[in-house]
């Protein structure tokens, strides 16, 4: 049974900075990719950024993020972060952890997901 545990959430003042974790035990994303997508009240769920494992690691972020996140990983340990710096309110979602266990197509397995809130 594949799962993704998500941690890391939680309640931070604009400006601040939060570090998730996704840790994924029963399936290997080591030949695909890792993610994190967010979901805030009311909109889509969006990319936030990715981890290409079966390219060596290249990263994707979404614009809105750029220069304020990092992801980071470990394909031997099936983990992925996400380190988040100067949040903004507009950052405030539920966060989720994905892979995929191919080099495309849609990511497959999604973890529960973690609340971050950003207050002004």
């Known amino acids: 049974q594949v799962q993704l545990v998500e941690s890391g959430g939680g309640l931070v003042q604009a400006g601040g900075s939060l570090r998730l974790s996704c840790a994924a035990s029963?399936?290997?994303?080591?030949?695909?990719?890792m993610g994190w997508f967010r979901q805030a009240p009311g909109k889509e769920r969006e990319i936030v950024a990715s981890i290409s494992w079966w390219n060596r690691g290249t990263t994707y972020y979404a614009d809105s993020v750029k220069g304020r996140f990092i992801i980071s990983g470990d394909n031997v340990k099936n983990t992925v972060y996400l380190q988040m710096n100067n949040l903004n309110p507009e950052d405030t979602a539920v966060y989720y952890c994905?892979?995929?266990?191919?080099?495309?197509?849609?990511?497959?397995?999604w973890g529960q997901g973690t609340q971050v809130t950003v207050s002004s």
């Open positions: 994905a892979g995929r266990r191919g080099t495309w197509g849609a990511y497959d397995s």
């Open positions: 029963g399936r290997t994303f080591s030949s695909g990719a």
